[in-house]
């Protein structure tokens, strides 16, 4: 008999900034009959950063020259392009409408900045810090419930040459984002060759089949059945160097500058 | 209140070249209870190809200078490279122990060829077309039970600049593998920047969670709640032009030739 999972989406009011992310996960737990030891709590990171009032007006931005050079390369708004640098480790390029932003170790379009469900003229910017913030609503969520949880923080993006966007983890504690297979064997008892899993990124993707992109507004997924992913005080997602990185490493081998292009320390 | 879903692991014997995928998953879906209508199935794209002999015995190939060139340039063994080159459309370039491929619109590593749970001295490709894989699998499934199933045929990948394999469908039926959320409207009422969700690569992330790489024989996983993603008559999970890649267009803005390197029809 094979394992199985359960995944509930789990509605809420629009969120404003201010709103108590963990409050409103333990009220609304209600809708999968409640917080249970083990389940792993997905959070969209725009609803998230609603909460944490990661929101930009436009109209307060002003544009650097580098900013105007990209909305002139680009077709991109020279407020948002202004945001974008801000919010990015470096910028690797672009294409009509998109930077491609290095950020934490991931490469991403517009370092995830977004318009959509973000109050008229304003962007939402990433959480500051989504490995924290899973971890303050993890400590609440144990402190008022008594509940052992996993905490992830996930966003919607694309993959190099995948069409339409799938979810991936950007912080997390908790839950182990990464599980390691090395040395583990496979059916004729030779060593695996794909040895590490995205554990994050498969949570996200199954929260984001409850969660939709309109007007649902289903910022959180519980996620039950899978403690087996929940590690007690583990943090983070992990990253890989780009010269590890099967795509960047052929990119750059092309052309060695490529992701050190407009790199902020320069 | 949010909607829900469910995913049930299908544990199988060892399965070998000949087998019916379609009886095996009609007989072993007792674990899920049955199958029901509006189920999607996902089937693991190795399992997949052994029962349809897509399997390579390296001491029978011959490999080509390309492919000699690629083992002292990417330390890949040279059978191997040669196995790569016949099922890719083009190598993109290289890192030690892989070649970026691009097959069917998709990049990918070493084309998706893999000696993990191959039988010793052998290599199982991808399936010859898993499309059709899936429209005998769901078109059996149909006439033996009755019930109106979504078939996904999927495989675990990497992404640029992530860490870890997470789920990507490479063959559907039945299923809305892409949905278009263009035109509609976010939480503020105004039209939505993000407008394709890869369901497809969702699903298939869902199910690797209950499925495991190692000896876990878990090939199948029975997806029950979703069938709002049951799309009768579709097929396949479409691609997107190189240029219209953030990813891509950047690397192709840096050197033009990236992805035209080594196309067979030179």
């Known amino acids: 008999m094979g394992s199985s999972f359960q995944v509930f989406g789990i509605k809420t009011k629009i969120l404003i900034p201010g709103d108590d992310m963990a409050e409103i ?49 680009y077709k991109i708004d020279a407020r948002l392009a202004e945001i974008v640098i801000s919010e990015s480790d470096s910028i690797a390029g672009g294409i009509p409408g998109f930077l491609l932003s290095l950020k934490s170790g991931t490469l991403l379009p517009n370092a995830g900045v977004d318009g959509s469900n973000a109050p008229p003229g304003c962007v939402v910017t990433l959480p500051k810090d989504p490995d924290e913030s899973a971890k303050r609503i993890h400590d609440k969520i144990l402190e008022k419930t008594g509940k052992e949880t996993g905490v992830l923080v996930i966003d919607s993006r694309t993959h190099a040459m995948r069409l339409g966007c799938s979810g991936v983890a950007i912080g997390c504690y908790g839950v182990s984002a990464i599980t390691d297979e090395r040395g583990k064997k496979d059916l004729f008892g030779h060593e695996l060759e794909v040895t590490r899993l995205a554990v994050g990124d498969n949570l996200a993707s199954a929260a984001e089949l409850v ?41 750059m081998n092309s052309n060695p500058a490529l992701i050190d292009r407009d790199r902020k320390t320069e």
Chains 1, 2 share one sequence.
């Open 25 to 73: 996960i333990i009220d609304e737990s209600s809708q999968a009959g409640g917080i249970l030891d083990g389940d792993i709590i997905a959070i969209a990171e725009s609803g998230l950063a609603t909460t944490e009032d990661a929101i930009v007006r436009l109209s307060d931005v002003t544009p650097s020259e580098k900013a105007y050079e990209y909305e002139r390369m």
């Open 211 to 251: 969660m939709g992109e309109s007007d649902e507004c289903t910022p959180v997924a519980i996620i039950r059945g899978l403690s087996k992913y929940i590690s007690k005080g583990s943090s983070g997602v992990g990253s890989i160097e780009p010269s590890e990185c099967l795509f960047m490493g052929v990119a």
